[in-house]
């Protein structure tokens, strides 16, 4: 167990809807990531917030937006969703301490 | 931005094996880690490294950060069949990729019992 939490495990749509995935960051970690990862893919970045300001931009879509409230939880918010934004959806906090990484379970998002 | 280049894509090889997976970069990094990803699931660390010719053991696995600081190498011993899954190394340089972690493709491990 990493520490970092997401919800949901899973999730499945229509396309042109709009979804909110959530994270919790190991207690003690400022910073936040997201990640998409498709079929067979790489992680892609998509995001970083640290302590409720974005800090860096990957390859994120402008449908897709995020934030980080004050107890440091994240939210990862999809919308007019494409069948091509199915994909699992990674959190990962980073340990000040250690510049790691620690990554939750995961959102796999099905988009119909 | 940063192209890391992690060979090989795939690997079979027998249980008992030893196994040898590296990542290059194009640019220095000051941080290299390593994860183990298993279908499904989130990507566990394994071990991270932080300064040129460090090496670094966790039980079989032994990782280095190489002296160019460009590359990383990660060696499993003795494989067993709980080793199977996408090991993907990571790296980091705050100079000149901001706190982002740039991933390798991943390396995809089979072993036959």
């Known amino acids: 167990d990493s520490g970092v939490t997401q919800t949901p495990k899973h999730l499945i749509t229509a396309t042109g809807q709009r979804v909110t995935l959530r994270c919790s960051p190991r207690?003690?970690?400022?910073?936040v990531y997201w990640y998409q990862q498709s079929l067979d893919q790489g992680l892609q970045f998509l995001i970083q917030?640290?302590?409720?300001?974005?800090?860096a931009k990957g390859n994120i879509l402008e449908r897709f937006s995020a934030q980080q409230f004050p107890d440091l939880h994240s939210e990862l918010n999809l919308s007019s969703l494409e069948l091509g934004d199915s994909a699992l959806y990674f959190c990962a906090s980073r340990s000040g301490s250690t510049d790691t990484q620690y990554f939750g379970p995961g959102t796999r998002l099905t988009v119909l | 931005g940063q192209q890391l280049n992690q060979s090989p894509q795939s690997m079979f090889i027998q249980e008992g094996e030893d196994v040898s997976m590296n990542c290059t970069s194009s640019?220095?990094?000051?941080?290299w880690l390593w994860y183990k990803q298993d279908p499904g699931e989130g990507p566990v660390l394994l071990i991270a490294?932080?300064?040129?010719?460090e090496l670094t053991s966790n039980g079989r696995l032994t990782a280095q950060f190489g002296i160019t600081r460009k590359d990383s190498f990660l060696n499993i011993s003795a494989s067993i069949p709980s080793d199977v899954g996408i090991y993907f190394c990571?790296?980091?340089?705050?100079?000149?990729?901001?706190?982002?972690?740039?991933f390798g493709t991943g390396t995809s491990l089979t072993v036959i019992p």
């Open positions: 640019s220095i990094f000051n941080t």
């Open positions: 490294l932080y300064k040129a010719g």
């Open positions: 917030y640290y302590n409720g300001e974005e800090r």
């Open positions: 207690s003690g970690d400022l910073s």
């Open positions: 990571a790296g980091e340089n705050p100079l000149n990729t901001g706190n982002q972690f740039y």
